[in-house]
């Protein structure tokens, strides 16, 4: 099982983008790349998944390079609201247990 | 279409008590996962169900922990003669019986705490 590796902690403003890193070197043929978000008190909410390229939603995007040993998920202009864990989790679409690792805590502040 | 759902939201019991959560799955999921997240830390899976099956129970204590998802009703995680170290908060997550990647939808959690 692919093991993931992102900064436990970062600091934002309101209004700026935001890029969270998330390694994952012994990613496999079959595994998906997949972020959550977890607030205080609340279950984790999907946010994105990808596989190769470049991936978008109407909440974040997801950037990942041709080798698949690392992804960045992509808020744009944060707002307080978005201060919370982010999840990187990779694994076999066939794989039911997810992985959470201790995820990087954003900090957006006014 | 309602969410996962998940009763309690709050658990209080004294060790040596059982512990029943319950866990309603979206509508028209029929896969059912269990974790528990410690304070500050990552959510651990913990047990795997289909509709009467446990399909991967692998990161649930073999000892005093049990889980079921009947054909009617909820999917029930039950911990017996609590202790301490059982405090958690406890997540449930369902997903599609045919879906095309690996996305899970949580609930609200029950946090359970043993005094």
């Known amino acids: 099982l692919a093991k993931t590796t992102q900064p436990i902690s970062m600091d934002s403003y309101e209004g700026q983008e935001v890029n969270i890193t998330c390694s994952h070197n012994?990613?496999?043929?079959?595994?998906?790349i997949t972020w959550y978000q977890q607030f205080p008190s609340q279950g984790p909410r999907f946010i994105i998944q990808?596989?190769?390229t470049k991936v978008t939603n109407e909440v974040a995007s997801l950037f990942i390079p041709a080798d698949r040993k690392s992804s960045t998920l992509s808020l744009p202009r944060v707002s307080l609201s978005d201060t919370a864990v982010y999840y990187c989790?990779?694994?076999?679409?066939?794989?039911?247990?997810?992985?959470f690792g201790s995820g990087t805590r954003l900090q957006v502040q006014p | 279409n309602a969410g996962v759902m998940q009763n309690p939201r709050h658990l209080v019991r004294r060790r040596g008590q059982e512990a029943r959560l319950r866990c309603s799955p979206m509508k028209g999921h029929s896969h059912v996962y269990w974790y528990r997240q410690l304070p500050e830390e990552g959510l651990k899976f913990m047990v795997y169900l289909q509709k009467e099956n446990i399909i991967d129970e692998s990161g649930m204590p073999k000892e005093r922990f049990s889980a079921e998802f009947p054909k009617e009703g909820p999917s029930i995680l039950r911990i017996q003669q609590v202790v301490r170290g059982d405090s958690a908060a406890y997540f449930c997550?369902?997903?599609?019986?045919?879906?095309?990647?690996?996305?899970?939808?949580f609930g609200p959690g029950t946090r359970l705490t043993v005094l």
């Open positions: 012994n990613i496999a043929t079959n595994d998906y």
């Open positions: 997550a369902s997903s599609p019986s045919r879906p095309s990647t690996d996305t899970q939808y």
């Open positions: 989790l990779v694994g076999d679409t066939g794989r039911r247990a997810l992985t």
């Open positions: 990808g596989y190769k």
